[in-house]
């Protein structure tokens, strides 16, 4: 693994102009206000109907829905957080003042820590970042090509299908003085990925989301008793993800649109902070995912609807929820959040997470694959037949997940 220089980067990745996107064209916000793709959609909440099969029943099905709630609670009552909905601030800001108890007292006004020395103060908040539950953390400078033109507020008191938008978009800006970004990276458990042609592969994402939930609120805090000023991006809000994690070197950009880590591959759920707080950047790194998965296209292959591409990196977008101007595969998330709303199938997909062979255990075997496809990528079409080989990526039958499954880090 090497370490590039943003220059170096920009020449890996940007080929063109690079608009800020508007999040109202993300397919996360797009059934909310698009009715013709909400018809489409069907059931566009995609959480998935109960039925008497494995991977499907109440059990298992009910674990996804557990996840998925845990996210849209801890987001209600983060009233700090620029996108929730002004209408969710204005009650839970009334709730909150009948409370007995204050929250505890921020710094006065003006006083700061004393962040002279940026390394020191950059290795506290990433220590911090961990011990409040994110496995890896990376730095970048606030580079604004990222940040969304327009904000898309949903409102989380109103849920269902209705016959109109149910959102608010407007102009976002972020003010000068933020500068930098904390990515965090929060792995997900890989037994679960065995499972990923039923409803049980969407636990992982749904838990991922609630964790990084917490560390957000809690690394932002921890800023603001620093006496400095910190946005909390914990879902797909306020700016892209994915690049700003590449660039603060938690990864590669791969061919299913996802972060590529060399420690957890795809199996990430990814969150950032926003602040004022001077911050040491970290630099993007090169560990061979451009020219594995040139070889690869294992992604693609698997994909039920075909929503991965298989030839080249483009600027080109494929539908109105791609950007133009940065070299990759566009995805179309059209037909990926189709599949995910087929009723019948319980909600959810993670075919590209579990399929991909950067999604292994983090074990001296695989760190050692990993660095020979980095340092010789002619080996990668041998690499690719040795994980067919070994059965990597085939679903496992869920008719016994409760009596095999062994939650906890040792998947990791």
């Not at 797009?30 to 008497?52: Q, S």
């Not at 962040?115 to 994110?134: E, L």
């Not at 700016?239 to 299913?256: D, F, K, S, W, Y």
């Not at 660095?371 to 037949?385: D, E, H, I, P, Q």
Request: glycine content about 8%.
């Amino acid at each position: 693994m090497k370490k590039l220089t943003l220059e170096q980067w920009e020449k890996k990745y940007i080929a063109g102009p690079v608009k800020r996107f508007d999040q109202k064209y993300t397919m996360f916000a797009r059934p909310d206000w698009d009715m013709e793709l909400r018809k489409r959609l069907k059931d566009w909440t995609f959480m998935g109907i109960a039925k008497d099969k494995p991977g499907y029943r109440l059990e298992d099905i009910g674990l996804r829905r557990a996840t998925g709630t845990a996210l849209m609670m801890l987001n209600a009552f983060n009233v700090s957080q620029p996108n929730s909905h002004s209408q969710a601030k204005a009650v839970v800001g009334a709730l909150l003042s009948t409370l007995p108890f204050k929250p505890p007292p921020k710094p006065p006004e003006g006083t700061k820590a004393n962040v002279t020395n940026t390394q020191k103060i950059t290795a506290i908040v990433k220590k911090v970042a961990r011990y409040f539950g994110a496995d890896i953390i990376g730095i970048c400078k606030l580079d604004h090509r990222w940040v969304y033109s327009h904000s898309y507020e949903f409102n989380p008191f109103i849920v269902g299908a209705t016959e109109k938008p149910m959102g608010i978009h407007k102009v976002q800006e972020i003010p000068d003085e933020y500068q930098f970004a904390i990515v965090m990276g929060f792995s997900m458990d890989y037994n679960f990925y065995k499972y990923y042609n039923t409803s049980l592969g969407g636990a992982p994402t749904g838990l991922g989301y609630a964790q990084m939930g917490f560390t957000n609120l809690l690394v932002s805090e921890y800023i603001r008793n620093l006496g400095f000023n910190a946005i909390d991006c914990t879902t797909n809000d306020v700016a892209l993800t994915i690049p700003m994690a590449i660039q603060a070197g938690l990864g590669e950009l791969g061919r299913n649109g996802l972060l590529i880590s060399p420690w957890f591959g795809p199996r990430l759920r990814i969150s950032k902070i926003i602040t004022d707080l001077p911050l040491v950047p970290d630099t993007p790194i090169d560990f061979g995912v451009t020219d594995f998965c040139n070889v690869c296209k294992k992604c693609a292959d698997m994909c039920p609807l075909q929503s991965i591409i298989q030839g080249d990196r483009t600027t080109e977008p494929l539908n109105v929820s791609n950007n133009s101007g940065v070299l990759k595969w566009p995805i179309n998330a059209e037909g990926c959040r189709m599949y995910w709303a087929q009723v019948k199938r319980g909600g959810g997909c993670s075919t590209c997470i579990a399929v991909c062979p950067y999604n292994k255990v983090n074990t001296l075997p695989h760190r050692t694959v990993r660095w020979m496809s980095a340092n010789f990528s002619w080996l990668n079409s041998f690499f690719v037949k040795m994980d067919d080989l070994f059965g990597y990526g085939k679903p496992k039958n869920p008719e016994r997940f409760w009596e095999e499954w062994r939650p906890g880090k040792e998947y990791h």
